[in-house]
């Protein structure tokens, strides 16, 4: 789902790479893409990833997880 996500929002999707941790009924989603398309993805003010945040954690609600998505420097 994060991958659906943020592909639309960035010049170079090939490039979108999602990998993910689980620990117990948490998860922890790493979002990796190309660096000029890092500021997209995080918008003005991290709006953008926030509203990326909210959006997978509400749909991790129904499988009973907790997600947590991060972004790498």
């Keep these: ?3 659906v ?6 010049e170079r999707p090939e490039e ?3 990998s993910g941790r689980e620990e117990g009924s ?3 989603l790493t979002l990796r893409v190309a660096e000029e ?3 997209r993805v995080i ?6 990833i926030n509203a990326i945040r909210k959006v997978v954690k509400a749909a991790s609600v129904r499988l009973g ?3 947590n ?3 790498p420097d």
Excluded: A
Excluded at 5 to 10: D, N, T
């Design 1 to 3: 789902m994060l991958r």
């Design 5 to 10: 996500l943020v592909r639309p929002l960035v």
């Design 16 to 18: 979108v790479e999602v």
């Design 26 to 28: 948490r998860v922890r």
């Design 37 to 39: 398309d890092m500021g």
């Design 43 to 48: 918008g003005r003010q991290g709006r953008t």
């Design 65 to 67: 997880k907790r997600v």
């Design 69 to 71: 998505v991060e972004v």
